[in-house]
């Protein structure tokens, strides 16, 4: 009995993934609005760039919050911005597949048996990994959420060993 209980748990979490996203697939898909197109427009240009830096940037948050002490305003900013980030990274998957969409020139190196097509391919799917990645960090835990976790726990449970192994007494007499 319970080796078939791996079994029940993989297969409902099959049945919650095919619910939530048969529930995404409702939406349409493809549909983009003249608002969201102008948006996506501009997106990877530097002013852009500079504007998604200062989205993820929590210096206003903590200001907010920690220097005035406003925590429902630096709360509702966050909401705001958290809403911001999310509407950039779709926006940037959507610039990067127009751009990607664009037809390039064959040039005379391209008869490499479709080994660059094949490079091609992986890479763009490694962006959208990576920018997939990035949307569920961002929608679950926020901007200001640092994607890669940190290891500084590490460095200070081996400094703590040492530094107990150091001012341990060896010699009594």
Known sequence: MTFILPYVVIAVLILAIAVVLARQGRSPIGLETESEKEFNRGLLETSCLDLAERIIDPSDYRWLRDDLCF????????????????????????????????????????????????????????????????????WMFGPYHAIVPSLDWLRTASGAQYSRDRHRVTNLS
Do not use: C, Y
Request: glycine fraction near 4%.
């Open 71 to 138: 925590p429902q305003l630096a709360r509702m900013l966050a909401r705001q911005r958290k809403e911001m980030a999310l509407r950039w990274l779709k926006g940037l998957r959507s610039a990067f597949n127009e751009m990607v969409r664009e037809p390039h020139v064959a040039g005379a190196s391209d008869s490499d048996d479709g080994r660059q097509a094949l490079r091609m391919a992986l890479l763009t799917l490694r962006f959208h990994a990576l920018l997939s990645f990035a949307i569920l960090m961002v």
